[in-house]
């Protein structure tokens, strides 16, 4: 385990909070935005597709209160899901989960609108073939054409389905984290703790919430002589490392691959 931890990498609790609680609201934001996206707007082409090219005729008026009552929804839910996005600042080790926990209230609350507007869907006047046109013959429907008309059943099904993979994703990484969590402070309470050096710093082209983040080599004394470690960090632009920065290395004598890297409080990093 090769970590360098900084103040903008240490998860902030309260920010968690706030990712989770952001949840509820958007979660019935984007229930709203299914549900009136599939009556107004998914149900219309779905008719049209069917051969039911008035279907928007004598019922505009329903149709457009609910396109109306779409717009809004769908605004609030994204406005929602961003804030959710920038909840954990400044935790740089949340950013991954803060955009799964976005996307995973956009499909579930999808899921569950969509859901609730399985019955008031509209029944297209032919079932099977498509209704003729003049004096033509009807026409069967084709492999899209069912699929088209299983819409009201697809979309939830699929959002949900979408939900189920990113719990299990969001479940796998709250484990890994409490894993990595536990070693931390195991080597906190028992590692054998020695002052190390940057030898090394390389800028990976790659910025995180503005701030820059580099590929750092830690020289450190072991009890089998000098060793290096390899991580990564982020820092504010301004306080980039350099070379001979004297940081607080802990590592597991038992265990190479545990090792914990953290600025030196007797000195400053940079």
């Known amino acids: 385990m090769f970590r360098f931890t900084t ?28 549900w009136s996206g599939a009556l107004g707007l998914l149900d219309g082409f779905r008719l049209m597709s ?41 935790s740089v080790d949340r950013m991954g989960t803060g955009f799964r926990v976005s996307s995973l ?19 297209p006047e032919a079932v099977g073939q498509r209704l003729p ?21 697809l979309v939830p099904a699929v959002s949900a389905l979408v939900a189920l993979v990113l719990i299990v994703l969001l479940l796998q990484a709250f484990l890994t984290e409490a894993e990595s969590d536990d070693r931390e402070q195991a080597l906190r309470h028992r590692g054998r703790e020695v002052t190390g050096f940057v030898t090394h710093v390389e800028f990976t082209d790659v910025w995180v919430m503005g701030h820059p983040k580099f590929v750092v080599h830690v020289r450190f004394p072991a009890e089998t002589g000098e060793r290096t470690v390899v991580t990564t960090m982020v820092t504010p632009l301004f306080q980039a490392p ?13 265990d190479p691959e545990a090792v914990l890297v953290e600025p030196d ?6």
């Open 105 to 123: 209230t956009t499909a579930l609350g999808v899921a569950l609108g969509s859901g609730v507007a399985i019955p008031s869907w509209t029944p």
């Open 50 to 90: 069917l051969n039911r090219v008035d279907a928007w005729g004598a019922d505009a008026n329903p149709e457009v209160s609910i396109m109306l009552f779409f717009a809004a929804a769908i605004t609030v839910a994204s406005s929602l899901g961003f804030a959710m996005m920038w909840a954990a600042v400044p």
């Open 7 to 34: 103040v903008f990498s240490r998860p902030d609790r309260r920010a968690g909070w706030r990712l989770w609680l952001l949840g509820v609201p958007t979660t019935l934001a984007w229930a709203a935005a299914g």
């Open 133 to 153: 046109f003049l004096d033509g013959k009807a026409e069967p429907w084709s492999d899209v054409d069912w699929v088209v008309y299983y819409e009201p059943y």
């Open 265 to 270: 409080p007797t000195g400053s990093l940079f």
């Open 242 to 254: 350099c070379r001979g920065s004297a940081v607080r290395v802990r590592y597991d004598p038992q």
